[in-house]
């Protein structure tokens, strides 16, 4: 198991009010990636523990791209994966952020 952690800097915080949101499950042999609006607006750290080695610089691209496009800042996200692409893992963190984005009831 490797585990990777990215602090990025972000230039949007993320919208909505959740408190937090979880997206995918890592038992079906994809990745889960649980959202926690709890840092400062302008911070996003993302910790992951994936069960495929060797591929941080693949990850940072996927990191970077994601913090780029999409309302990240406020956000610490923890991802848990199963061998997911690279493709998957975009989808999630974009799944995951259009979750945390609603208003919470």
């Given at each position: 198991m490797e585990k990777l952690s990215f602090t990025m800097k972000p230039?949007?915080?993320?919208?909505?009010?959740?408190?937090?949101?979880?997206?995918g499950v890592v038992a079906s042999g994809n990745l889960e990636v649980l959202l926690e609006r709890n840092l400062p607006a302008?911070?996003?750290?993302?910790?992951i523990a994936t069960a495929a080695r060797?591929?941080?610089a693949v990850w940072e691209a996927v990191i970077e791209d994601?913090?780029?496009r999409?309302?990240?800042?406020?956000?610490?996200?923890?991802?848990?994966?199963?061998g997911?692409?690279?493709?998957?893992?975009?989808?999630?963190?974009?799944q995951g952020v259009r979750l945390i984005e609603?208003?919470?009831a």
């Open positions: 230039s949007t915080p993320a919208t909505g009010t959740r408190a937090r949101a979880i997206v302008n911070i996003c750290i993302i910790d060797g591929f941080a994601f913090v780029t999409r309302p990240a800042g406020g956000l610490h996200i923890s991802i848990n994966d199963g997911a692409r690279p493709d998957m893992v975009s989808l999630r963190l974009a609603e208003l919470e």
